[in-house]
């Protein structure tokens, strides 16, 4: 058990459709990373939060969204949902988002599946 | 950019046999490297890391890779592996820090599948 949680584990909706997905990172993890794994683009780096910051996005689309709140959890929010948004959503936090050790730690992942 | 090319997409070995899980990187400052293990219906869980000092890195479950500067490669090798040892296994970079983000930048994996 690494100490993240994600809610929830599994989510199948319809295209156009928003969803919200949760993690809560390991107790006094400051920094919260979402990824994104799919067959065919692997894990692709969505965002980074740090105390409620935002520190640096990666491939995210206009349509996804996330936030940070003060007590460390966050949300990534998935609207007008495509057949391609279909993937496994992944939060990850580690205890800082400066030192550079890279040490993330991994939820079990959120499946969402958009019919 | 950086970038992780994962020169295998399947491994297939025999119980107890030697493994090596290739990697190579590519970026033009120095870099993190580091390899993640995912069990089915699990996430992603560190298995080792090499940041500086010495090249050859012990992880757990007897896992070591080894940092070549001058290829670009941090392969990550097992002398004796075990049904357990089944899983798909992800190399990651990381440039530090500019900015203050630690991102990783994932290759697309390797599966390795122990048969008895």
């Known amino acids: 058990d690494s100490g993240v949680t994600q809610t929830p584990k599994h989510l199948i909706t319809a295209t156009g459709q928003r969803v919200t997905l949760r993690c809560s990172p390991r107790s006094g993890d400051l920094s919260v990373y979402w990824y994104q794994q799919s067959l065919d683009q692997g894990l692709q780096f969505l965002i980074h939060y740090y105390n409620g910051e935002e520190r640096a996005k990666g491939n995210i689309l206009e349509r996804f969204s996330a936030q940070q709140f003060p007590d460390l959890h966050s949300e990534l929010n998935l609207s007008s949902l495509e057949l391609g948004d279909s993937a496994l959503y992944f939060c990850?936090?580690?205890?800082?988002?400066?030192?550079?050790?890279?040490?993330?730690?991994f939820g079990e992942g959120s499946r969402l599946t958009v019919l | 950019a950086q970038s992780v090319t994962q020169l295998d997409s399947q491994v297939p070995v025999f119980e107890e046999a030697p493994v090596e899980l290739r990697c190579n990187y590519s970026?033009?400052?120095?870099?993190?490297l580091f390899w993640y293990v995912q069990y089915p219906n699990q996430g992603l869980q560190l298995l080792l890391k090499?940041?500086?000092?010495?090249?050859l890195v012990k992880g757990i479950n007897g896992f070591e890779a080894e940092f070549n500067k001058s290829q670009t490669s941090f392969h990550l090798r097992k002398p004796s592996v075990h049904i357990s040892d089944t899983a798909e296994y992800f190399c990651?970079?990381?440039?530090?820090?500019?900015?203050?983000?630690?991102?990783?930048?994932f290759g697309k994996g390797t599966k390795l599948t122990v048969n008895p």
């Open positions: 090499y940041l500086s000092g010495s090249t």
């Open positions: 990850a936090s580690s205890a800082t988002g400066l030192a550079g050790t890279g040490e993330l730690f």
């Open positions: 970026s033009s400052v120095s870099v993190y």
């Open positions: 990651a970079v990381s440039e530090p820090p500019q900015g203050g983000s630690e991102k990783l930048v």
